[in-house]
């Protein structure tokens, strides 16, 4: 497995900007995908955009224009910058990452996961 450590996470005011960092070790990092969910309260913990090897990238419809997804194989790290957010954010922010071959569309194709960094916007 991968261990995973989000940081970045804040109080801002609706509007402003965050910055996510996922720190990675144990695996080859470049050659994961990986990616970030949310999850609201009471909510199910929900895709916000993934990575893979290669740069391909997706992004949930709601976060497309404000999110940006990025990795530095170098650092072994990973990244969410987040613009213009809104209350509708909110929420815990966790950072996973998946070994398999194929693009990993299911919460459950993700094999490692971080402890999750909260993220809240204030109206």
């Known amino acids: 497995q991968v261990q995973l450590v989000e940081s970045g996470g804040g109080l801002v005011q609706a509007g402003g900007s965050l910055r996510l960092s996922c720190a990675a070790s144990?695996?080859?990092?470049?050659?994961?995908?990986m990616a970030w969910f949310r999850q609201a309260p009471g909510k199910e913990r929900d895709l916000v955009a993934r990575i893979g090897s290669g740069g391909r990238i997706r992004y949930t419809d709601s976060v497309k224009g404000r999110f940006t997804i990025s990795r530095d194989n170098a650092k072994n790290t990973l990244y969410l910058q987040m613009n213009s957010l809104n209350p509708e954010d909110t929420g815990v922010y966790y950072c996973a990452a998946s070994e398999s071959p194929f693009i990993p569309i299911r919460t459950s194709n993700y094999d490692s996961w971080g402890q999750g960094t909260q993220v809240t916007i204030s109206s």
């Open positions: 144990g695996r080859t990092f470049s050659s994961l995908w």
